[in-house]
């Protein structure tokens, strides 16, 4: 069955710094992966979408990493600061009908002013 | 804010009840799709609906049914209550049926069975 590891830890970095959350995933080959952010008592928002044939996606301080012979994602956020500090969930996709996504689950990062 | 809202927001059954949350999506949004996600886990995926129809299922018993209406809201129902169907309930929208279409999630029902 498909086994999507996060982070166990959770990540607390000094603000400024870049912070490297990573997503390994087994038995699968996605097609797309999505990261997400989510606040405690929220519903995830998505961020970044990366299909299998880019290696790198970035958008403002973000940016996604995709190695499918690693099976592996790399999510950064580069000058973090503490408005970052939330749950970040990868997700990949099912292949099904549909847009339906198997979940990770999720590395909590704190960004310490 | 996404759009997407659901209710209620928190809920309290006993074991062996059943109950019913609710959705409505994004305007303009045909698909609906329901995770469950326990505390300090991830979402696991329930169903998904498009136009009414369920497309797709997770590893989730019958007792957990859904239900989309025609202006695409929709109902996740759960027979039976079991303890560990305590979690949050979410409910994402997306305009189409795509993997690479944005999941508009809502803030969640927190169900807790006692």
């Known amino acids: 069955s498909q086994k999507i590891e996060q982070n166990s830890e959770a990540l607390n970095i000094q603000e400024g710094k870049t912070a490297t959350l990573t997503c390994n995933y087994t038995n699968y080959s996605p097609a797309y992966l999505q990261w997400y952010r989510q606040d405690p008592g929220r519903g995830p928002v998505f961020l970044l979408l990366i299909r299998e044939n880019e290696k790198e996606k970035r958008k403002e301080r973000l940016k996604v990493t995709f190695d499918t012979t690693l099976k592996q994602s790399l999510f950064h956020i580069t000058a973090s600061q503490p408005a970052d500090s939330a749950t970040y969930l990868c997700?990949?996709?099912?292949?099904?009908?549909?847009?339906?996504?198997?979940f990770g689950t999720g590395t909590s990062l704190t960004v310490i002013p | 804010e996404t759009g997407v809202t659901q209710s209620p927001t928190h809920l309290i059954k006993t074991r062996g009840q059943q109950v019913t949350l609710r959705c409505s999506s994004q305007?303009?949004?045909?698909?609906v799709s329901w995770y469950q996600q326990a505390l300090g886990q991830g979402p696991q995926f329930i169903f998904q609906?498009?136009?009414?129809?369920?497309?797709g299922r997770g590893n989730f018993p019958p007792r957990f049914s859904g239900l989309q209406f025609p202006n695409y809201s929709s109902e996740l129902n759960v027979n039976a209550l079991e303890l560990d169907d305590s979690a949050l309930y979410l409910c994402?929208?997306?305009?189409?049926?795509?993997?690479?279409?944005?999941?508009?999630f809502g803030p969640g029902t927190r169900l807790t069975v006692l």
């Open positions: 994402a929208s997306s305009f189409r049926q795509d993997s690479t279409d944005t999941q508009y």
């Open positions: 305007s303009g949004h045909n698909t």
């Open positions: 997700a990949l996709d099912m292949s099904s009908p549909g847009n339906q996504f198997y």
């Open positions: 609906y498009y136009r009414e129809e369920e497309n």
